[in-house]
């Protein structure tokens, strides 16, 4: 049976974590993720959004609930991930660190050299292979970290706040940068932020989440063929913005009203 | 840019003439308060004796360096190995870990002078001062290791989890780079340490032979109060100290250099 274009690449149901501490991160959290799509978690600190992500991972398990991928089989290898900091090896070089991947999978450094400058070259590092970490500016290396997560050719790449650290003007060019990867690579992207105008500019569905527990509060879609700078300063993007601020803000008293 | 270069460059020749100014003034001091009271050689020789004692006695001196600096190299290696292969072996099991740390730490607690006599009951001489060179030397190569290796970022280990590394690959690709700094400033402590353990083991020795180190001159000159080859003993032994911390050093600057902060060095 051929899966249908839109069909969840992984399901989320019933997801709920408890953490050693007694803290109910996640609570009854239903997720699709469908093929191909750019998909937001959008919520405030604390909100159980990059917990979730995590579980997408295998990185942590849900103490209830399943986790569904389609294709079972190939559901850790398909994986990429990035982290809020870099996280790079900072003793390895640019390259290095781009073929850790493929070295853990017991690759070998010449078969793999053409593919790690390939995709140095798609995050504009091409020149700068053999650097090391503490070499480049905060968004370059935030580029080897995608650029590493990119290495393997993931079908799911999984970002958890991953420009949350970087100055506003890096952060503008990233965002660019990444639209154009998720539409050259056709893959599929779960982004964890908690800024609306960048899940705004990103994203084609937004999750909007609930914290304490963490569960799905409200979903938008944002139809928007171009992500450029015109759509940035577009009235659109405007108001699909008040459209999630909203969203949000709902999120935010819907669990102020359940404290008290 | 060039007035950078050029406080820079006052500063480098002020951290080598400031301390080489100490010396010399120290020296010229020494010779005077020798000179002007007379004192005797058998009580403290000038420095130009000492000098020309490490000349007329080198034969004798250099074979007992060599003695001393082939013990504290081989209780440094031994130390790094051992301090190295415990660290490995104690993050790979709490149960070892827990069985044999507190023993580590006794060893490292008892002084090295009072277990060195028993040893040497025990063991043939040289067996016996290389044990207590490694004694003293490899416990700062464990417990830096060990720390090295436990402060791993927790999302790089993530990430070698989510690229299914193996426990192997774990320990190599990421633990012990990661623990390199730690493991090295552990090294460059176990060096001086290890000539500590190597000349305090010597001295309980106190036995002649052709292989005896600058320690047992220093004590076997001290009973002959040959003051003068004391002294050279004594210098010889601080020059060897020296130049291994300077080695030490050098060997973590380049490991080092291209990556981690330590060796990095800053405009301000």
Redesign the interface.
Known sequence: MAPSPSAPVVSLRGVGKMFGNGLLALDGLDLDVRDGEFLSLLGPSGCGKSTALRIV???SEPSRGTVAWRDATAA?RS?G?V?Q?P?L????TVFANVF??L???GSDKAAAAARIMETLARVGLADFADA???ELSGGMRMRVSIARALV?APRVLLMDEPFAALDEITRFKLNDDLVTLWRELHMTVVFVTHSVFESVFLSNRIVVMTGRPGRVSSELAIDAPARDARFRTSAEYASYCRVASEALGQAMRARAGMAI | MSDATTSERREQALRILAPTGVLALGIVIWDLVVRINGIPPYILPSPGLVLTTLVSDWPILWSSLLATLETTIEGLALAAAGGIGLAMLFNQSRLIEHSLYPYAVILQVTPVVAIAPLLLIYLPQQAAVLACAWIVAFFPVLANTTLGLNSV?H??A????????SRW?ILY??KL??A?PQMLAGIKIAGGLSLIGAVVAEIAAGSAGAGSGLAYRIAESGYRLNIPRMFAALLLLSLTGIVIFALLSWLTHLVLR????SA?ARES
């Open positions: 991972a295998g990185l850790r994986i991930f982290f900091e996280t090896m900072p003793w390895a850790l991947p070295k853990l999978a090391y970490p503490r393997t | 970022d999302n790089l993530d990430l070698f989890r989510l690229y299914g590394a690959q690709e990421l780079p990661a390199l291209r990556w981690h902060e990095i």
